[in-house]
């Protein structure tokens, strides 16, 4: 008995210093970042997107069914748009960032902390659970190819290693949950409904499908992405329960289960938007030339991968089927722009936001399957699991200083704005035009610290109706281009060229721009040349509605960077008049007028 505590007591302290290595490399760049430029209001970047999520996290309630958009301040749907139907996880960060006195650096930190350290346990969970071997190595290696190899990223790895001692390589790489929301939320959800799928085709009972309903209907709510994954391999391991392995009444607990969900999804999904991207495609279109575009290097690791595990017989047929019907899942939706137009829901990118995973479930459990026909070398196995996985921590840190380096620049720039913001009190009736060349731009931050209107920024689209976009959103994003030297002409000639995508993705294009369907790059063009172009040749020629926008506004402020300009000074003034410049460092304010 006493060998035996001893035996669980060293496997629980050696996943223990495992897991709390892995969450140490991903909390490095935020901690160095930190070190490095000191305390602020604003937790750092380590991945894209932040900005919008945590404005998501901001938009306020002014009555029922309608929020106050952060970056604009105007009333919006609730549930107007895709991304504030499914705000659930937003929602909890701003709950926790109030229990913690407003201080989002901290909420930032305790967020990440407890869904890296969730996707950690679950894993522990899963691995130990259910790995055909479940030696206290191959946990620790599993949870270590979970969170540590990018395997989407193989080809940019294997080069940044081939590049050492230089690790300027790892900045173009990441780790792969390093995304404080999504996918971050879901990798967690996804393990802990994968056990329970491989739990309930072991025994019967209510409370796994209980329970599997409960994680399927919260991944809705946060990433809808994560529950058409789980309904995917769901679906293989009801057919391998019903058809093939024929379990007496199998059939009347996927029904019921299925029945369950569709009665709580449906009655969710009923009202408001469903839509990502406002796009006026159908909600299906086969494109079957796109396949071959859809189709790289790590959706064919990843296929052979699953017919490995289809066509293994050391694996149990209760773990072996959901561990196909995921890898299978996760291959059909990466081709999921052939059928859904990506302008619709973009499924087939966000779809390899799981590749990581799926990848590294396969290739844990084929390894334990494989090693099960050694098990009498269990020390010299146990020897190189160890080692692979001291490799893959390797990995894992080179991956964090790399992910520091890249940000740096925009972290710095994010802390000089905050320190001007304090020092600048924004007042009421203010507007503020910062920098807005990509979703990561000042323009995205100023709203997180000073509550005031900016003229424009990309991620603004995401919280506004197609009505709104049209009609608001690309009138401010034409008056912020002729203010950084952009005009109508420059934009044609630049939709006109042989490849287009990059300014179509600069202008807030974004699913017309990385689609690989002509179709669809089209519809970008056309809207770019009918929605913006045509207000862009109003704003140069001195329209008078264009001037009279910013007379409902006391005073409008514009920051700017001495050593990298983003506005013209004659653009400006057409409608601005200047009243007063302040230099606070490398920052330029300007406090302007209406003209």
Wanted: aromatic fraction near 12%.
């Amino acid at each position: 008995m006493t060998s035996l505590a001893g035996k669980w007591v060293a496997r629980t302290a050696t996943a223990f210093a495992a897991i709390v290595l892995i969450l140490a490399i991903y909390f490095y760049p935020f901690l160095k970042t930190r070190a490095e430029l000191g305390p602020t209001i604003l937790p750092p970047m380590s991945a894209p997107d932040l900005p919008m999520y945590l404005n998501l996290s901001r938009a306020q309630a002014v009555n029922e069914g309608r929020i106050l958009d952060p970056y604009y301040g105007l009333e919006v749907p609730s549930n107007g748009t895709g991304y504030l139907k499914f705000r659930l996880a937003t929602s909890l960060f701003s709950a926790l960032n109030s229990i913690l006195g407003q201080k989002m650096w901290l909420a930032l930190f305790v967020w990440n902390l407890c869904w890296w350290g969730l996707a950690c346990v679950a894993a522990l969970w899963l691995f130990r659970r259910y790995l055909p071997m479940p030696d206290p190595g191959l946990v620790v290696l599993g949870i270590g190819l979970l969170m540590l190899i990018p395997f989407g990223m193989a080809r940019p790895l294997f080069s940044a290693w081939l590049h050492l001692p230089s690790v300027s390589g790892f900045q173009n790489v990441g780790l792969p949950y390093m995304r404080a929301f999504s996918p971050q939320i879901s990798i967690p959800l996804l393990l802990g409904y994968l056990g329970l799928q491989m739990g309930v085709l072991q025994q019967r009972g209510p409370l796994p499908w209980i329970a599997m309903g409960g994680l399927q209907f919260f991944a809705l709510t946060t990433f809808p992405y994560a529950t058409l994954m789980m309904a995917g391999f769901t679906a293989v391991s009801a057919l391998w329960q019903v058809f093939i392995a024929r379990q007496p009444g199998a059939w009347r607990a996927v029904v019921a289960y299925g029945a369950g969900c569709a009665i709580a999804d449906v009655t969710f999904l009923k009202y408001g938007s469903l839509s990502f991207y406002a796009s006026p495609t159908s909600a299906l279109h086969f494109q079957p030339q796109l396949v071959s575009h859809l189709v790289g290097g790590a959706w064919i690791l990843l296929a052979l991968l699953t017919a490995v595990a289809l066509l293994n017989k050391t694996l149990p047929p209760q773990v072996k089927w959901p561990l196909v019907g995921f890898g299978a899942t996760n291959l059909l939706f990466m081709l999921g722009d052939a059928v859904v137009p990506a302008t619709t829901l973009l499924l087939s990118q966000h779809s390899a936001y799981f590749m990581p995973a799926s990848t590294a479930l396969l290739v844990i459990f084929l390894i334990s399957a494989a090693l099960t026909r050694v098990q009498d070398q269990t020390r010299t196995i146990r020897s190189g699991v160890y080692v692979a996985f001291g490799l893959v921590a390797i990995n894992g840190m080179l991956l964090a200083a790399g992910t520091y380096r890249a940000f740096l620049p925009a972290n710095r720039e994010q802390v000089a704005l905050a320190r001007l913001l304090s020092l600048w009190q924004p007042a009421e009736g203010d507007l503020v035009i910062a920098r807005a060349q990509d979703v990561d731009d000042a323009c995205g931050w100023v709203p997180l610290l000073s509550r005031q209107p900016v003229l424009f920024c990309p991620d603004a689209e995401v919280m506004l109706t197609p009505q709104q976009n049209r009609d608001i959103h690309r009138f401010r994003q034409a008056l912020y281009l002729y203010f950084t030297g952009r005009n109508s002409h420059d934009l044609e000639q630049a939709i006109a060229s042989p490849q287009p995508e990059k300014i179509m993705y600069q202008l807030g294009y974004w699913a017309e721009s990385v689609s690989f369907s002509q179709e669809e790059r089209n519809q970008g063009i056309h809207a770019i040349k009918v929605d913006l172009i045509p207000l862009l040749t109003r704003v140069e020629n001195r329209d008078h509605e264009m001037g009279r926008f910013f007379q409902q506004f006391r005073r409008i402020v514009v920051i700017d960077d001495l050593q990298h300009r983003t506005f013209v000074p004659e653009q400006l003034g057409s409608f601005l008049k200047t009243d007063e410049e302040r230099r606070i460092g490398n920052l330029l304010l300007r406090f302007c007028s209406p003209e």
